[in-house]
């Protein structure tokens, strides 16, 4: 095989006291690490990579105004003014009922996690990663969605992330991809009448939503490495693509 040598990252940039969380399987599709900390934690780990694929929840620029542009041959979005400040990938998952954060055209109008996943996309260039193409560069990145990836997996929007039934549904659908990681259904099989009755639920059997949201992307990036006919890419190459873990999309979610 081809990736071998290949580690295949997934990086979730959300904020917080530890901003950065990554999960990485190698290409048999074992997890090899799923941990969080801060930025210079996730590029120690990136730069100690042999070869690596690495998919991040994140845009790596603001957009180019593509959406402004064309915005008269779009599909209306019920939207004007500021709310056209987005990504043209941005506004094709909102069109197909897929809720994504915007993109603005300023540096200085992103939230802080997004300006900090910038500069992280232009540390990781420092360490000779570069976006991936047909080439197979051994060090390369390519951006996804969480929100969008367990979408297309779940065939429908995804029940909220912060709720149980979110995340036992996003486990769940990851194991039935055939990922190597903790079986959800396990969480019901440890819940009896007592602990129901205690409140003492088996959390530490369920991934947090940071760690799910780093483990699709994870995934997302070990489709598009051995097996890349299973992910497609959507939105403009120059203003920035999502690569999502799907053949085709639906016109509706």
Known sequence: MLFDTHTFIGVDPSGGRKPF?????????????????DMEDVLAFLGGQQAALVA????????????????????LLHQSGRALDMRLVEYNLRERGINVAAT??????????????????????ELGYQPH?????????????????FAVLLGKNPLSRASLEGRLQRQLVLYEQGLR??????????LTSHKLLKGILPFELLYTPEQLDALAAAHTAWLV???PAE????????EGQITLPATELKAKY
């Open 56 to 75: 991040v929840n994140a845009p790596p620029r603001p957009n180019n105004g593509l959406v402004r542009e064309n915005r008269q041959s779009l599909p």
């Open 21 to 37: 969380t990554y999960a990485a399987f190698d290409a048999q599709g074992h997890l090899l690490t799923l941990a969080d900390g």
């Open 181 to 190: 990681i903790r079986d959800p259904m396990n969480f019901f099989e440890e």
């Open 231 to 238: 992910s497609l890419l959507l939105g403009d190459s120059d």
């Open 133 to 149: 193409t047909d080439e197979n560069p051994p060090y390369a990145w390519i951006e996804t969605h969480p929100q969008a990836c």
């Open 104 to 125: 603005p055209s300023r540096r200085e109008y992103c939230s802080g996690w997004v300006q900090e996943a910038f500069d992280f996309y232009r540390r990781i260039a």
């Open 225 to 227: 490495g051995t097996r």
